[in-house]
């Protein structure tokens, strides 16, 4: 069994609640209040400014210049496809991209961004790797699934979203990381494997609190 199929099986149920999460339903048949996709939106493009680092990180670890290659494909899609969508609903909401890079983030966001940053930095390129694969391959899951509702992918507001993330361009994307991290788990003995593991389902659990803090809109619990 190849090594990206039993890290699916082992956070399923964890990716089956940010399926039926309320953010995510929300989406899917167009009753999301605006409010809290503003909040998400915000929050996210601070999320991907970082976690586009992660790729050039990855450029650092490559083996060889073809996956080298590939990060800086995938650097250059988040920054100027996948942000772009956030820069237009931005730009719905009436928000400049200095407004925008100068949000603060909230704590869910700083600590998926560190953790991740933080894996990235101190650990192999597998690990790098499974770290940043569940935000690719679980958003381009949900696009899919939300694409199948009757009507959702025209929505005048979600649609865009939808669209987007269950693109096949993104979907090569994600299935370029899966193919590298099966490559690269290749061989490790089962002691790295449960490493991984504990990596992919901990960038799991963030992507569900992710959801839980754009809908609650959850900001430090103080003002100063
Ligand atoms: C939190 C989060 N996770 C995943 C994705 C998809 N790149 C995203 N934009 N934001």
Not at 1 to 29: A, C, T
Not at 58 to 70: E, I, N
Request: with cysteine; aromatic share 14%.
């Amino acid at each position: 069994m190849k090594f990206s199929k039993r890290l699916y099986q082992k956070v399923k149920p964890v990716w089956e609640k940010n399926h039926r999460h309320p953010f995510v339903q929300g989406i899917g048949d167009g009753s999301l209040e605006k409010d809290k996709f503003r909040f998400y939106m915000i929050q996210d493009y601070l999320y991907l400014i970082d976690y586009a680092k992660l790729f050039a990180l990855g450029a650092v670890k490559a083996h060889d210049v073809a996956t080298m290659g590939r990060f800086a494909r995938l650097l250059d899609a988040t920054l100027n496809m996948e942000m772009s969508l956030h820069r237009q609903y931005a730009k719905k909401f009436g928000i400049s991209e200095q407004e925008l890079e100068q949000a603060q983030p909230a704590p869910t966001t700083l600590a998926y961004t560190h953790y991740m940053l933080h894996v990235a930095q101190n650990g192999t390129l597998a690990e790098l790797v499974t770290s940043l694969l569940p935000c690719m391959w679980s958003y381009h899951e949900i696009g899919q699934a939300l694409n199948q509702i009757p009507g959702a992918s025209e929505h005048e507001f979600y649609g865009d979203w939808i669209k987007m993330y269950a693109s096949e361009e993104f979907g090569e994307l994600a299935q370029w990381t899966i193919d590298l991290l099966d490559e690269e788990a290749e061989g490790k003995p089962e002691r790295e494997l449960e490493r991984l593991e504990e990596i992919f389902l901990n960038t799991s659990r963030f992507e569900y609190l992710f959801w839980e803090m754009a809908y609650h809109k959850e900001m430090w619990p103080t003002d100063d």
